[in-house]
């Protein structure tokens, strides 16, 4: 990564507006659990991930999951997949999933999209429960969804990483794999890279969040 981009570690929804908004690549860190299940639907071949606003939220940002499920649509027609919600509570029914996000259900039905399953934002076995292989899997989710969201509303080059066990990866190989995508990710126009972890009340993503940006560091200073 050029050395003049910026590397900055910041958390919740207006951390990542705030950060889109001053011209920087927004990945939402949210290690238990969006992040990590996005992460885990990748290693199982996912054509895309996304993340976005359930409902309601708190934050005090703008959120549009409407426009993210458009995306997701566009995608699912892309690849020729269906599309795959990931939601919450993680433990409950779908009819309870689905009650959090009709916003996003409403927005694929007019796009004519197909969701083909709901699972709970559960992590690395998420892909157990449904094959997500050229699938577009989108978590609409509290923490890190609503951050994505509201990154996404300014600049919809959001990405997301992760340090946990995903479904295939173990120890440091998630964390590297954050840092690469960062790397690869990051583009001419943009000013630098903001690590956001989804929520200051959450020490792992906070101290995740940490670990990515100096895995990047690291690499800068060779």
Known sequence: MDRSKKIVVSSD???????????????IVDVIDMSTT??????????????????????????????????????ARESGGGIILVAEPRVGTDEERLARCQKVVRAIEREK????????????????IFDMKNRV?????????????AAFQINPRVITGTVAR????????P???AARRARSSIQKSDKGIALIAASRNSLEDILAAQFI??????????
């Open 166 to 173: 995903t479904y295939k990866q173990r120890g440091i190989q």
């Open 113 to 128: 999209g197909q969701i083909e399953a709901v699972i709970p934002n559960i992590g690395a076995e998420a892909p157990k």
């Open 38 to 75: 996005l992460e885990s639907a990748l290693d199982a071949g996912a054509y895309a991930v996304l993340g976005c606003s359930p409902d309601y939220t708190r934050a005090p940002v703008e959120v549009a999951p409407e426009q993210i499920a458009g995306e997701a649509c566009r995608l």
């Open 137 to 149: 899997v989108l978590a609409v989710t509290d923490t890190g969804g609503v951050a994505y969201d």
């Open 175 to 177: 964390a590297l794999t």
């Open 213 to 222: 940006a100096n895995l990047l560091m690291q690499e800068e200073s060779r």
């Open 13 to 27: 929804a207006s951390g990542a507006r705030d950060a889109a908004r001053e011209g920087l690549l927004v990945m």
